[in-house]
């Protein structure tokens, strides 16, 4: 097994002021979190985050796995619903939080990065609480 220890700096076990540096929960889903990435130079990008503190998807049952996966779907086709983007890019990182998650990022054909990778965090758009709580609803309303 690839777990790790569950620890005081996992923002995605933690949540409160951990989870506030980057990220608004959103709501539980059937197995994983829904958070909105608070950086939203890519409009509408969110994680998906794995109920528990497990570093890798091979780690998860086929069950658990499956669950996950639709988590990530059902996020991902809300995500479309809403924001429209021209092509949702998935990424599962981890090497200094290794806590199973997908980042949901779309991207937009008008939009920087178009044809690249995407930048992390690159710190350029935040959103007032109004305009957070108000993506917040429309993404709730299309799950």
Known sequence: MHQTIFGEDC???QGGE???KFGIKICDLEVSQLILFKEQSKRGRCVVAYQDHVSEI????EEQRNAFLADV??????IHKVFN?????????GDTG?????HLVPKY???????GVFQMNPGKVFLSDEEYAEMIEQ?????
């Open 11 to 13: 923002a995605y076990c």
């Open 18 to 20: 951990l989870l506030a």
């Open 58 to 61: 091979v780690d998860l049952t």
């Open 73 to 78: 779907t059902r996020a991902a086709k809300a």
């Open 85 to 93: 983007p021209d092509k949702l890019n998935y990424g599962a990182y």
């Open 98 to 102: 290794c806590h199973l998650h997908v």
């Open 109 to 115: 054909k008008d939009g920087d990065e178009w044809g």
């Open 139 to 143: 993404i709730k309303a299309a799950l």
